[in-house]
């Protein structure tokens, strides 16, 4: 049994996104996981629940697959990383480094153009793909994917090295004509919204029939992954949505995670919204969330109900 949705990358620099669920399908996780050499494996996850899956890696993955596997060996271990159950010689750890890595995230479509006189095998660099480069004496492992739906890279490199990384990159002579800017949270959860990008609390214990992740879960793995059998007893009742928000002046970035969404001829809570922003590219408030079924692709009047108006 596995402990993901997706398939486990084969190829080394291979890069895929795959979710981690409860025993009852919910969405609990959500990896980027890159094979870096034969035998191991780079796991990128949230940020602020680091901790919380590494625990689970360590300590949950391997007892909730023991508790699935009837019938099976009961001396084999299980691979936390893809959890595929393994030879009972083979042995696997899983190490939390956040601490040691920091990221640097470059995007637009600039970017490649930009990124050309840092490296000349950045623009070679396929989508979904790692490879390792040298800036200098610095070793960097660059991946060819953006949170921000744009082109970008992102360059995943020791901590005590990022600062000159980030150095090189802004020193460049492209950069000023280019208009390199730095850019925050804001900037960049309006863009991921924009492209339908979720987050922890888009996806938080959702059911992953309900989740909208469908790309990111095999349903042809030769064993199941963790939920998987929880599909026959459960009818989805609401699934994930874009919605463009007609706000009123002033509130155009205030549409709060939770917020109800009603149809307006029987004030009836038909959903809810988990995440809101004014998009940068449309220049419209855009928010991701739920919406029942019965009101999928219908002509109906929907109203968002949130600081008392």
Partial sequence: MWATTGIIPKNVGDCRLTYALTPKGKVFAEFSVTKTNENEFYLVGSRDYADIDTAWLKVDVPRLIEDAKEGL???????????????????????????????????????????????????????????????????VNVTRVSFTGLVGFEFHCQRKYVASIYDQIVSLPKAKELKLKNFGGYALNSLRIEKGYKVRPDLDYVHYSEAGISPFVSMKKKMKFLGFDHLSSVEPQK????????????????????TPIKQ??????????????????????????????????????????????
Avoid at 75 to 93: A, F, G, I, P, Q
Avoid at 241 to 255: C, L, N
Avoid at 287 to 307: C, I, R, S, T, W
């Fill in 73 to 139: 060996n009961k001396n084999v271990v299980v691979d936390t990383l893809s959890c595929n159950v393994l030879d009972e010689n083979r042995d696997v750890k899983v190490n939390n480094i956040s601490d040691e890595i920091d990221i640097l995230h470059v995007a637009g479509p600039d970017s490649v153009l930009l990124l050309t006189d840092l490296h000349p095998e950045i623009p070679n660099i396929p989508f979904l793909k790692m490879r390792k480069i040298k800036l200098g004496d610095v070793s």
């Fill in 264 to 309: 307006r001829n029987t004030n009836k809570i038909v959903g809810y919204i988990t995440s809101a922003s004014l998009g940068g590219i449309t220049g419209k408030t855009v928010a991701l969330g739920y919406l029942d079924n019965e009101f999928f692709e219908k002509d109906v009047d929907l109203f968002v109900q949130a600081y008392g108006q």
């Fill in 239 to 258: 699934m994930a949505a874009t919605f463009f928000v007609d706000t009123k002046e002033g509130y155009q970035w205030s549409v709060p995670g939770d």
